[in-house]
């Protein structure tokens, strides 16, 4: 039978057509299959952590130290307003609101130490799941930070070890969290608990027996690594939110949604391998959708902190040095290659042994040309030469 040739065009289109959709099909199942290999399940439920062994769970600790603040509402934003700027002088409100929360804080130094936590959250709901004692976490971390502080300037080194011990746990337990929002309020908490312990290593009173267990005093968690899960999380919950529809006409849409997620995830994702200097300089950040510019600023902060902690734990090394040998080291070349490199800027940790001062270098510039939160975690560190007063001893 003889058909037009309207018919057999339209025959080709129809072929040309399901051509596309398969093509379009089999690109999608190949971005899944690597997201998935790359960064995780595309249930959210999947992010679901395991629990912990009771005795092992410092979020037992923590919730409980919650349960027994005394913090009145004002008292919170003087608080979170030190946290700001906590180079700044305490005043004496902000003493006796950490003398009314020694029974809390005592409760919180149980969870120094501890660096695996379960906080039950379930992930089935996506980025829905939320921590609804998050505030009262963070009020509790910079509550920690200001009881560190007013120890060192009084001296007691047991007791602001001791302080700094458990922020390090209390902001490892939320950094190990794949919810965006607790990521980042562990990430923030770190960043201050940073701070303080910058402060320690630079006074000269530091006894040598509290340095040894400073070295301890830092969150191991990879923030890199779980970053790439709060990329695969919030990629799973937006599939979630959006079920996929069938029929002809949402058929191809559905698959290039999803193929074009998967494949944003991947990328995002892959940034963290990266020195934010690197790849925040061929951002084009004005293209970018809130979604993602939110996760790359979250991913910029995580950088900026590890890049500090990096330099701290070089610093203690430093100091371990100057106990065994008298003096600094004359260069940073007996420190293990990890140590050397940053990830926040990608140079090498600039050193003057003349002065003792350890920095990141272009640290703050990177941190104020990013408009990240202020205060910029420390990027310089100025470590002791030995011709200050020697260290007194600790008052327990």
């Given amino acids: 039978?003889?058909?037009?040739?309207?018919?057999?065009?339209?025959?080709?289109?129809?072929?040309?057509?399901?051509?596309?959709?398969?093509?379009?099909?089999?690109?999608?199942?190949?971005?899944?299959?690597?997201?998935?290999?790359?960064?995780?399940?595309?249930?959210?439920?999947?992010?679901?952590?395991?629990?912990?062994?009771?005795?092992?769970?410092?979020?037992?600790?923590?919730?409980?130290?919650?349960?027994?603040?005394?913090?009145?509402?004002?008292?919170?934003?003087?608080?979170?307003?030190?946290?700001?700027?906590?180079?700044?002088?305490?005043?004496?409100?902000?003493?006796?609101?950490?003398?009314k929360n020694e029974p809390a804080l005592r409760l919180a130094k149980q969870g120094a130490g501890l660096f695996s936590s379960f906080y039950g959250l379930d992930y089935a709901s996506g980025f829905h799941a939320a921590l609804p004692d998050l505030p009262q976490l963070v009020t509790l971390g910079r509550l920690l930070g200001l009881e560190a502080r007013l120890a060192r300037e009084r001296g007691e080194a047991g007791r602001m070890v001791s302080a700094l011990s458990a922020l390090a746990s209390l902001s490892a337990s939320l950094e190990s969290e794949p919810g965006i929002t607790v990521?980042?309020?562990?990430?923030?908490?770190?960043?201050?608990?940073?701070?303080?312990?910058?402060?320690?290593?630079?006074?000269?009173?530091?006894?040598?027996?509290?340095?040894?267990?400073l070295r301890d005093a830092f969150s191991p968690v990879a923030l890199e690594e779980v970053f790439r899960r709060v990329v695969g999380l919030e990629e799973a919950s937006l599939r979630q939110e959006v079920p996929?529809?069938?029929?002809?006409?949402?058929?191809?849409?559905?698959?290039?949604?999803?193929?074009?997620?998967?494949?944003?995830?991947?990328?995002?994702?892959?940034?963290?391998?990266?020195?934010?200097?690197?790849?925040?300089?061929?951002?084009?950040?004005?293209?970018?959708?809130?979604?993602?510019?939110?996760?790359?600023l979250v991913l910029a902060q995580a950088q900026g902190v590890r890049g500090s902690r990096l330099l701290l734990q070089a610093a203690t090394l430093c100091l371990r040095h100057h106990g065994e040998h008298g003096s600094l080291p004359a260069s940073l070349g007996f420190l293990p290659e990890a140590l050397r490199e940053n990830p926040f800027t990608g140079k090498p940790l600039a050193y003057d042994a003349s002065t003792g001062s350890l920095a990141v270098p272009d640290g703050v510039t990177l941190w104020s040309t990013l408009r990240l939160p202020a205060p910029p975690p420390p990027f310089t560190v100025r470590l002791p030469l030995g011709t200050e007063k020697p260290a007194r001893r600790s008052r327990e």
């Fill in 1 to 99: 039978m003889t058909r037009s040739p309207w018919v057999r065009l339209a025959l080709a289109l129809l072929a040309l057509t399901v051509l596309a959709l398969g093509a379009l099909r089999t690109a999608r199942v190949w971005a899944e299959r690597q997201f998935e290999k790359e960064l995780g399940s595309l249930e959210p439920a999947a992010y679901t952590r395991p629990a912990v062994k009771t005795d092992d769970n410092a979020a037992r600790y923590f919730l409980a130290a919650v349960g027994k603040l005394r913090v009145e509402e004002e008292e919170a934003k003087l608080l979170a307003a030190w946290a700001l700027h906590p180079e700044d002088p305490a005043d004496g409100r902000l003493s006796a609101l950490v003398a």
């Fill in 183 to 213: 990521f980042h309020g562990g990430v923030s908490l770190e960043r201050l608990q940073l701070a303080e312990l910058a402060l320690a290593l630079e006074d000269p009173r530091l006894p040598t027996a509290r340095l040894a267990q």
């Fill in 244 to 296: 996929e529809k069938t029929g002809l006409a949402t058929f191809g849409a559905a698959d290039f949604w999803r193929f074009s997620g998967a494949q944003k995830a991947r990328k995002l994702a892959a940034l963290g391998a990266q020195p934010c200097a690197r790849w925040a300089a061929d951002t084009r950040w004005e293209e970018l959708g809130n979604h993602e510019a939110r996760l790359l």
